[in-house]
């Protein structure tokens, strides 16, 4: 008598209550605001909670975002589930020793679709670009670090914004479309003048997740 084969219900289950568009597993560096932003932003824009993982890495340096990043996408894997079609590391700049080694092997993965979304000192650099536009850089000044300095330039436009805030994405969701326009002036400027700070790629992401919403049908297509 022929064995039956035993069905993978748990991955006929996940595929069937997921969206149909790609699996992504975004990593955050950040333990509160970065994975709360992007957390917003998929409940926002009605994306998939099985396909778009937002998790919070194992450790507050970006080192630690990409051992993060690959055990989890691994572990995917090792449970016979579909792997992550993209994978985005999201981290800062700010003082880390081992930012640069974070990049280099994210650069060594990108062949697997691994994706770094840097900022320069840090992410409310983004939140910033909500409100203005500027390349003035922020530098340490005295016990104040960099990063330290932008979220005080932040607060003079956003009084009441503290790490950790929530609520943060759709308090900004009508000056977006500016902040996406400003941050890749940024970057482009960052590229021609070989000078990082302050920029950002948190557009990136977000320009991609925008994509997949517009593509979710016209409950996607609610939110501008």
């Given at each position: 008598m022929p064995k039956r084969r035993i069905r993978d219900t748990g991955r006929r289950s996940e595929q069937m209550a997921a969206?149909?568009?790609?699996?992504v597993l975004i990593v955050c560096e950040g333990e509160k605001t970065e994975p709360d932003y992007f957390t917003e932003l998929r409940k926002g824009y009605r994306l998939s909670a099985i396909n778009i993982m937002i998790v919070t890495a194992d450790g507050s340096d970006p080192m630690s975002v990409v051992r993060t990043a690959r055990r989890v996408q691994q572990k995917r894997k090792q449970q016979r589930k579909r792997p992550y079609d993209r994978v985005y590391c999201v981290f800062d700049r700010d003082e880390h020793a081992h930012f640069e080694d974070a990049s280099r092997q994210l650069?060594?993965?990108?062949?697997?679709?691994?994706?770094?979304?840097?900022?320069?000192?840090?992410?409310?650099?983004?939140?910033?670009?909500?409100?203005?536009?500027?390349?003035?850089?922020?530098?340490?000044?005295?016990?104040?670090?960099?990063?330290?300095?932008?979220?005080?330039?932040?607060r003079r436009e956003m009084p009441h914004y503290r790490k950790g805030a929530t609520g943060v994405f759709m308090?900004?969701?009508?000056?977006?479309?500016?902040?996406?326009?400003?941050?890749?002036?940024?970057?482009?400027?960052?590229?021609?003048?070989?000078?990082?700070n302050p920029s950002t790629e948190v557009h990136e992401l977000v320009d991609y997740l925008r994509r997949l919403r517009m593509g979710n049908g016209p409950e996607g297509a609610a939110l501008c």
């Open positions: 969206g149909h568009y790609e699996y650069e060594n993965l990108r062949k697997q679709r691994f994706y770094p979304i840097r900022s320069w000192p840090c992410f409310e650099f983004w939140l910033l670009l909500h409100f203005t536009y500027t390349r003035r850089p922020f530098e340490r000044d005295g016990r104040q670090t960099a990063a330290r300095n932008c979220e005080s330039a932040l308090e900004l969701l009508p000056r977006l479309e500016a902040a996406r326009e400003r941050a890749a002036r940024a970057r482009e400027d960052a590229k021609a003048t070989l000078e990082n």
